[in-house]
């Protein structure tokens, strides 16, 4: 199960890296959602995955499953959200202000 | 009870810039809570020094969960110095940007956002957890975001684009080392993780997760990785500048001297080296920089990749002498970096262009100006009495007994360079032909260098009193260097 994952989370970069070096700002911004999406999945492989039930006192189960991996992935999700949610509103204004979403266009001049 | 004192640094500016947030359209009101704010955090941490000092490490376990189950803060001498040292220089930058900002930006936001920015620096520099620096260094990045388009200029635009794009991009190599270091030796708690790592060993593996880690890093702290900062750094207004220049390359400083000294220590051959091969084309990179622009922001921006390059060739050479070479001079550095980029503000401010070539003679019109610059230079360059020379005498004598020749020679013309490169600014700008007579120069606003005046009054007085401060830096280095000191702080309980 695990290797499915990792192989997953390789095909996941793949596409995600090709999204982020493209010259579209919104394919970028949809390739670091991607890319997060990616370590996230990495991250909760690293952990083991299913290898015992909920990791509560007083159950009787002989293995627990490490529940840290998956505190961390919440906190990097949340983080994640917030980025992509501030970077969508500065590519919007860069948008309006600059009138281009092309990132070789944006690259400008010094003398402005 | 006394370890609580410990969560303040970062609690105090998240709570005060909440409250802010109420007060927007006070820009007044909100500057002078915000200093307040940054006075006593600095106050904390002066105490807290003290502290640490008579007593060793001190930790605080949140909600009573004992290392290495639970998130702590440790304060160690090396952390609470830096904590002490930025919110100075945070205060300092805030007092500029009451004188002298618009009032459109005090009004959006800007005092707010300072302050989480400074929580996120804060709680970095305090963090015993290596997940918690991820989220300390997001904090501090997504201020940073806010405050790199706060001012809404086409040209901060483009450049935050960039910035935001470039930090994703770390944040993932962060998260990606930090998940295969957890898969590999089971927690995230640093002290534990420097224990593990000596139990086994670094093992090839751990080397090649460590130099991930330094990828990361060296992306925030710009050591070699700095194609991002001149851009970014010399965009926004220049208070911000002045604080991205002063704070935010430290932090992935502080992250790498803590990492590398603290769990990756044992394969020095090769991580170590790796550093010091990185700081050495920082230098020339950044040295190269300097010298070759004619806009003066631009000239400030590689002046920090410089100053980076020469504190990780410290680290390279990692002896102890090396080490508080190199606090000394993160400390120097905060100081006189902010100190330039406020003077370079205001004379940008004063003659309504950043270019040299537009602007002469400005020490007969402004000549306190002109001479601050002259004692922001020589401190930037290394000069005695002043805060930049102790660290880089540590620095170059450790390398000489190091025989590390070649990182000796390049720290020792970088210095050469900075000071051609601000040399010329000083010639250029301050000396020649008054363009402008007396009649006719932009009055300079009342106050408006108190602040840089009282940074001036800083870099001297750490110059001339490093002898007070020398118990404090050999204790922050005789902790990075020993790193079993703070390994029994925190865990000695449980072994």
New interface residues.
Partial sequence: MESLIIVLVGVLTTVAIYL?LSKN?VR?ILG?AI??HA??L??LS??GLKLGTVPLLGEEAVKYVDA??QA?IL??IV?SF??TA??LV??Y??YQ??GTDN?GA?R?S?D? | MMNNLLVLPMLLPIIVGVLLIFLRTYGRIQAWISLIAMALTASISGFLLQQVQMDGIIRLDFGGWEPPFGILFVADSFAVLLVLTSSIVTAICLSYALISTSKELQTMYFYPTVLFLIAGVNGSFLTGDLFNLFVCFEVMLLSSYVLLTLGNSKRQLREAIKYVSINIVSSWFFLVALAFLYGAVGTLNMAHLADRVAEVGQTPLLTTISIVFLVVFSLKAGLLLYFWLPGSYSSPPIVTSALFGALLTKVGIYALFRVFSLIFHHQPEITHTIIGIMAALTLIGGSLGAISFNDLRSIAAYNVVVAVGFILVGLAIATPAAIEGSIYYIIHDMVAKALLFLLIGTMITLSGTSKMAGMSGLMKNYPLLGWSFFIAMLSLAGIPPLSGFIGKVLISSAAIDNGSYVLLALSLLSSIFVLYSLLRVFKNCFWGETIVSKEEQLPLRRGVLIPCLVLVGLTILIGLGTESMSPYVSGAAETLVNPSIYIDAILGKIQ
Avoid: K, N, Q
């Fill in positions: 982020v700002v970028v670091t890319l997060s370590v996230h990495l991250i690293m952990g840290l991996p961390l906190t990097a983080i917030a980025v501030f970077i500065l590519a204004r860069a202000e600059l990132l944006m400008g010094d402005e």
